[in-house]
């Protein structure tokens, strides 16, 4: 074991824990956002007037061809031109929630689409409004056909939470690369940060088998 490396780890806890909660508060907020914004966007896209569809078909092939990257710069940057004053934590969250809620909105679009007209169409004729037939009658299928891809899209939010260092946002990322800057250990460390976000993303895949389980249909 080197002992190098655990004198220097636990010298740099501080900035290291740090980083890891901004990580952590990063990720979770956009993932909350964008789905629940991608939940509208599909529900948009499957049931809205054709105009709306229209617009929001635009939205979403526009926001999935474009990189992460270039949406963090431009949540960062462009706005600020136009009088919107995002700090760096803001501006993050926001170009991943926005970029999250284009691949949910196309998941949800798709399960709901998988879901036979007739259910809908029971649902009219007793009598329940869209929301109560959303929420008791399609919502649960949906939600058990887009988990798998949820929390793959999850995941992916995750990793890209590290492209805000670049607009300095002080994530895990960019804490241990200031730590690196200071020990010159870039393989120690970058692997023990690779585990730090191994850890995160087994908790959304764990949270998502426990959602999954919650939600089967019994057999």
């Known amino acids: 074991m080197d002992f190098a490396f655990l004198d ?20 979770m907020l956009s993932i909350a956002a964008g789905t629940v914004l991608g939940v509208l966007v599909g529900l948009a896209l499957t049931y809205g007037v054709r105009p709306l569809k229209w617009l929001v078909r635009g939205y979403t092939d526009f926001i999935r061809g474009t990189p992460v990257l270039v949406l963090v710069l431009a949540s960062y940057y462009v706005l600020s031109t136009v009088g919107v ?52 009658v399609l919502g649960p299928q949906a939600l058990r056909q887009a988990l798998p891809a949820w929390v793959n ?55 998502g088998r426990y959602v999954e389980r919650k939600t089967a249909v019994p057999s």
């Open 153 to 207: 899209t999850a995941a992916e939010m995750v990793k890209a939470s590290t492209l805000l260092s670049i607009i300095g946002v002080g994530e895990l990322l960019l804490s241990t690369q200031e730590v690196i800057s200071r020990t010159f250990m870039s393989l120690e460390f970058y692997f023990f940060a690779g585990f730090l976000y191994f850890v995160i993303n087994y908790g959304i895949e764990r949270f």
């Open 85 to 136: 004053d995002l700090g760096p934590f803001q501006a993050g969250v926001l170009a991943l929630a926005v970029f999250c809620s284009s691949h949910v909105g196309e998941l949800v679009r798709g399960a709901l689409q998988s879901i036979p007209k007739g259910q809908t169409e029971a649902a009219k004729a007793i009598g329940l409004t869209f929301p109560q037939t959303f929420a008791y």
């Open 8 to 27: 220097q780890l636990w010298a740099a806890r501080i900035p290291l824990v740090r980083g890891l909660g901004i990580s952590i508060s990063i990720s």
